[in-house]
């Protein structure tokens, strides 16, 4: 069946611009998660979706980020005024159920984001 | 709070040689672990995890890795290091009741002919 997908693959803005990144997870998964992927900072956990709530939003970097997960399936994560910071793989993964600890996640290809 | 090291950032190897890639986690509860995979381009591909039971897991292609609790360590090996193997991989810990995965810096492995 068909994995985690993730849009755009690509994505360049200009600084201060809003950018949003799409991820279908997997038919049927109850959790999904976001994660940020970044030279020097390495993998680093922002959110994770329990259906629709989103229990733990320990991870985003600031109130520029947002995400919300609608109908159980598709998320969006959203970036107000863009920062070079900001620069980074975004990779999305989905699991069958959520906490557990050792339920394997599934991940995207990533959106690599580039703010100029 | 859980964290993973992985010591040696990259490390090369002749093909046909072993492969020791290493990983030592902290956490203050029993752990599960994980080893991914990440092609170029690509996203992470799970390789191997350790929940409960045997500490020596196999995985595909001829990898291992064995929970060691004295030492915290999910040291991941291959006896013979074949061209495909390249690839950056990364150690990643989790635990019961835990809804993320922790991740090591991450290891790029390169295959020498």
């Known amino acids: 069946g068909a994995g985690v997908s993730q849009s755009p693959s690509n994505k360049v803005t200009e600084k201060g611009k809003d950018v949003e990144l799409r991820c279908d997870p997997i038919?049927?998964?109850?959790?999904l998660y976001w994660y940020r992927q970044s030279l020097g900072q390495g993998l680093e956990f922002l959110i994770y979706?329990?259906?629709?709530?989103?229990p733990d939003k320990s991870g985003l970097p600031s109130d520029r980020f947002s995400a919300e997960r609608t109908g159980g399936s598709v998320s969006t994560l959203t970036i107000q005024r863009t920062q070079q910071e900001d620069s980074a793989v975004y990779l999305c993964a989905s699991s069958p159920w959520g906490s557990g600890g050792y339920n394997e996640q599934f991940f995207g290809p990533g959106t690599r984001l580039t703010v100029l | 709070a859980q964290s993973v090291t992985q010591l040696g950032s990259h490390v090369s190897v002749s093909e046909g040689a072993l492969v020791l890639l290493r990983c030592n986690y902290s956490?203050?509860?029993?752990?599960?672990l994980f080893w991914y995979v990440q092609y170029p381009n690509q996203g992470l591909q799970l390789l191997l995890k350790?929940?409960?039971?045997?500490?020596l897991v196999k995985g595909i292609n001829g990898f291992e890795a064995e929970f060691k609790k004295s030492e915290t360590s999910f040291h991941r090996t291959k006896p013979s290091a074949h061209m495909s193997d390249a690839a950056e991989y990364f150690c990643a810990v989790s635990v019961i009741g835990g809804n993320k995965l922790v991740f090591g810096a991450g290891t790029i492995l390169r295959v020498k002919s």
């Open positions: 038919s049927g998964h109850t959790a």
């Open positions: 350790y929940t409960t039971g045997a500490t």
């Open positions: 956490s203050s509860v029993p752990p599960y």
């Open positions: 979706f329990q259906g629709n709530s989103a």
